[in-house]
């Protein structure tokens, strides 16, 4: 069973970072960072295969990096340049199929079995 847990959000001012961390129990293949704003859908942000290949949202490239921490069981999402449009729910989620390469770059919601509890991310402008 997979569990995910979201830690790091909170409100910061446009033009600054903030660092989002994912602690995952089991094994899981292909993780990801989605998004939600009120009245939105919940949108891909990013995603990092199990050998560490990222995919990134057009909105974010060039700012945000996602990375995993392996020994840690760990995703993270470091955001920088933060603009008020990237105010939203930020949801890690993972799958466990070891056909993960499409699921990895379509980056799509009903693709992922397991999700955490989200943080929320607000930046001001």
């Known amino acids: 069973q997979v569990q995910l847990v979201e830690s790091g959000g909170g409100s910061v001012q446009a033009g600054g970072s903030l660092r989002l961390s994912c602690a995952a129990t089991g094994i899981t293949s292909c993780m990801g960072w989605f998004r939600q704003a009120p009245g939105k859908e919940r949108a891909g942000v990013a995603s990092i295969t199990p050998n560490g290949i990222t995919t990134y949202a057009d909105s974010v490239k060039g700012r945000f990096t996602s990375s995993k921490d392996s020994a840690k069981n760990t995703l993270y999402l470091q955001m920088n340049v933060l603009k008020p449009e990237d105010t939203a729910m930020y949801y890690c989620?993972?799958?466990?199929?070891?056909?993960?390469?499409?699921?990895?770059?379509?980056?799509?919601?009903?693709?992922?079995?397991?999700w955490g509890q989200g943080t929320q991310v607000t930046v001001s402008s």
């Open positions: 989620a993972a799958v466990t199929t070891m056909f993960w390469t499409g699921v990895c770059v379509r980056m799509r919601s009903h693709d992922f079995a397991y």
